[in-house]
């Protein structure tokens, strides 16, 4: 009896090998042990039998084998699925490039024997047939094909690099997700976003990361006998996973992601539920304030220094901090122009185009095709970027490094405006190394049937590709990488929160970046031994400590001279001991708070309240207020040595940052400039705390009155305790009790 596969099989093999082999299969009776399959296979004749079974599925028409010359009907429809290679390949006969004895059967009886040829071939002959017969039927119903053409050598090139899903799949995680029910809205919703490419920038990304698990914290409840820290890591690791499958993670959303799991890790087993999910809602609210908000804010100052006026500012694609540099810069008062070159296909510098134009800054679109025709044009070139490596290379938006490298070579700076979370310390030195694919498809124009009826006689779709071309073409290969790497040699400057410095420091930064807060809150303790001086952190806490590596992080921190961390230092110590005298407890106290966040942010109440002090208790509450005021200056007092040293730091501008300066012609340096301003800001700051801060109330008693009078004590006060700290810091005052005339200023 005939098999029911041999017509399909049988006119790729060749005329005698098939019937020798047979032949030899059926003198050698299958053993016993092996009738049925029911006993185990050895590891040898399972391996022979897979590949086997691999031999008869590729045989009908596969098409991988390669092929010679112009293709043949069965290759032109490579992409077609099995089933219709299997139609072509019975119309048109064997492929060009078929060699004869390449049969499934063949291939099992000329690699195997014994009973292990005969079991794979039996199992090859078997699978053969029922790809064959569903193959057919597929074919039958005008089914889509299920198996897609081999791969592009071009495209294995890049199997490494993390590509999205399909927009069918795509949907499908998205229902089975929200039918399991352990995926949260917001992660639902920004999946979504992200895989459609509506959310684009790292900034925007990351934020809206942290957006989404500060949803996922707040509607979480622990579950019954579990810890609330190690079973909310499993359920923010369920919401990361299913973020991975809609698009890559990039460096800005790892590193919050490991932020944030860092801080569920370290949550106070003594808190309830409650107090550990506001806590962890307040350090989301963290991070975005000061390693992205805050941090930009001190880029748009550090790279706006470097416009000038008359200046063409070249930009490529869109960057949330450059668009920030250039808006800021132009509210300053500096006029310049602004090129802008984008390219295909997301086609970024639009939405950067209009938010320029409607602020009035002359600009100029083109793509990157028009780069070396506008290049010449521009006085400066600021990029944003992705990533910026360990090595200093520049990890950005594909079409960033001919950017860089063009102006390199027409001598134009290149600064780079990136924030320190978005340091890594991945090294690469190309683009195949890591890298991330869009869709083919956005590169390609849309397909005929696709299109408008109008939009087929189009000439500009005249000699263009389109996606049902690109299907039929099984030689073309369709490649969209996302991302770039810029050699750090092609940067002249990278502009961060701790001030301009080159490419090569991005190492220094990682290794002994610390938060500019934790920094100063390390040297405060030693301020009473060294003063507002480097020396107070290199030598804090009386620990012997790597002074070489605590330098270099000051240096970089506080880049430009010595005044500068030191009028810094003496900021910080003066916010804590104002801090100290509102809550009635030590400074190192509220140094602990800051370091775990537990300090409170309550809002200071409002001006206007119904209650109305009488002039006998407004008298009373006034002179309490002297008494918390005088507080506050003991601590000056024991400061006292160094007080004039950091009183003098801190109203001493440097001739870029002086107010004075902007009056004077165009790039005139001035020497240092005392200005009164921040020491009046400082004081004020403080008499605001002393008056309006709940915890200060409770002490005094104090209601702010409704009118004039509420401006009148607070500058009253604002003179007063200023005028108080500077004659503490003489040097001929001797004794605390000579400040003791403050209470007489305060009673006016």
């Known amino acids: 009896m005939s098999d029911p596969a041999a017509p399909s099989s049988a006119p790729a093999a060749g005329p005698s090998a098939p019937a020798s082999d047979a032949a030899k299969s059926k003198q050698q009776p299958p053993l016993p042990a092996k009738e049925g399959g029911s006993d185990k296979k050895s590891a040898k004749e399972l391996k022979a039998a897979r590949r086997a079974a691999k031999v008869a599925e590729r045989a009908p028409g596969d098409g991988s084998t390669p092929q010679r010359g112009p293709p043949s009907g069965a290759a032109a429809a490579a992409r077609g699925g099995a089933a219709d290679r299997s139609q072509q390949h019975s119309r048109d006969g064997p492929p060009a490039g078929k060699r004869p004895g390449s049969s499934s059967a063949n291939a099992a009886s000329g690699k195997l024997g014994g009973a292990a040829g005969a079991s794979g071939a039996a199992a090859g002959t078997a699978m053969a047939a029922a790809a064959s017969s569903s193959g057919a039927r597929r074919a039958q119903d005008g089914a889509a094909p299920t198996r897609a053409a081999p791969a592009h050598p071009s495209v294995a090139l890049f199997g490494n690099v993390s590509s999205a899903k399909p927009h069918n799949a795509h949907i499908a995680a998205q229902v089975s997700a929200s039918f399991r029910s352990n995926i949260h809205p917001s992660i639902l919703r920004l999946a979504s976003q992200l895989a459609q490419y509506k959310l684009m920038g790292a900034d925007t990304r990351a934020i809206a990361l942290l957006r989404a698990m500060a949803d996922v914290i707040r509607d979480y409840t622990t579950p019954r006998g579990e810890m609330l820290n190690r079973d909310l890591l499993k359920t923010v690791s369920a919401q990361v996973g299913h973020l991975v499958d809609a698009r890559a993670m990039g460096t800005s959303q790892g590193v919050a992601v490991r932020y944030l799991k860092y801080e569920i890790s370290v949550v106070s087993a003594d808190l309830t539920e409650d107090e550990a999910k506001e806590h962890l809602l307040e350090r989301i609210d963290h991070f975005v304030r000061d390693r992205i908000v805050y941090a930009s804010k001190i880029i748009r100052t550090q790279a706006g220094s470097k416009i000038k006026h008359g200046h063409v500012v070249m930009t490529f694609a869109r960057s949330s901090v450059v668009e920030g540099t250039l808006l800021a810069a132009w509210e300053r008062g500096v006029r310049f122009e602004v090129i802008v070159i984008d390219t295909r296909p997301l086609l970024e510098g639009k939405a950067l185009l209009s938010v320029l134009l409607a602020a009035g800054i002359p600009c100029t679109y083109g793509l990157i095709s028009s780069l070396s025709s506008l290049m010449p044009r521009a006085d400066l070139l600021l990029l944003g970027t992705s990533a910026l490596l360990a090595n200093g290379a520049l990890y950005s938006r594909a079409g960033t490094a001919t950017c860089a490298m063009m102006a390199r070579e027409k001598g134009i700076p290149v600064i780079v405006c990136c924030e320190t979370y978005k340091f890594s ?32 006689d189009d000439p500009k779709r005249t000699g263009l590709i389109d996606v049902a071309e690109w299907q039929r073409l099984p030689n073309l290969a369709v490649v969209n990488l996302l991302y770039d790497v810029t050699p750090p040699r092609f940067i002249s400057a990278v502009a961060s929160e701790v001030g301009l410095s080159g490419p090569e420091s991005v190492g220094v930064i990682l290794r002994d970046y610390k938060s500019v807060l934790y920094v100063l809150l390390d040297a405060l303790p030693a301020v009473s031994q060294y003063g507002f001086t480097k020396h107070a952190y290199m030598h804090a806490d009386g620990v012997h400590h790597d002074v070489n590596q605590r330098l270099r992080t ?52 409002p001006v206007r309240l119904d209650a109305q002090l009488s002039e006998e208790q407004q008298r009373k509450a006034l002179a309490n207020v002297a008494e918390l005021m005088l507080d506050r200056l003991k601590l000056s007092w024991n400061a006292r040595p160094h007080l ?89 005052i001797t004794n605390l009790a000579d400040t003791a005339a403050l209470g007489e200023v305060v009673d006016g």
């Open 425 to 456: 310390e991945r090294v690469q030195l190309d683009s195949f190394v890591q890298n991330e694919a869009g869709n083919p498809r956005d590169l390609l124009l849309p397909a005929a049937d696709d299109a408008d009826a109008d939009a087929e």
């Open 554 to 605: 000051v240096d970089t921190l506080f880049p430009g001279p010595d005044s500068t961390f030191e009028a810094a230092l003496f900021q910080a110590w003066n916010s804590v001991s104002n801090h100290a005298s509102i809550h009635a407890t030590t400074p190192q106290h509220i140094i602990t708070a800051l370091r775990n966040g537990t300090l409170d942010k309550e809002a200071q109440r």
């Open 644 to 732: 004039q040293q950091g009183l003098a730091a801190v109203s001493t501008a440097s001739p870029e940052t002086s107010t004075w300066h902007s009056v004077f012609p165009h790039k005139t340096v001035l020497p240092d400039l005392p200005t009164p301003r921040p020491l009046l800001e400082m004081a004020s700051g403080f008499v605001g705390d002393a008056l309006s801060h709940p915890a200060a109330q409770q002490r005094t008693g104090w209601i702010d009155s409704d009118g004039v009078d509420w401006y009148a004590v607070r500058t009253r006060l604002t003179l007063a305790y200023l005028a108080a700290t500077l004659h503490a810091a003489a040097p001929s």
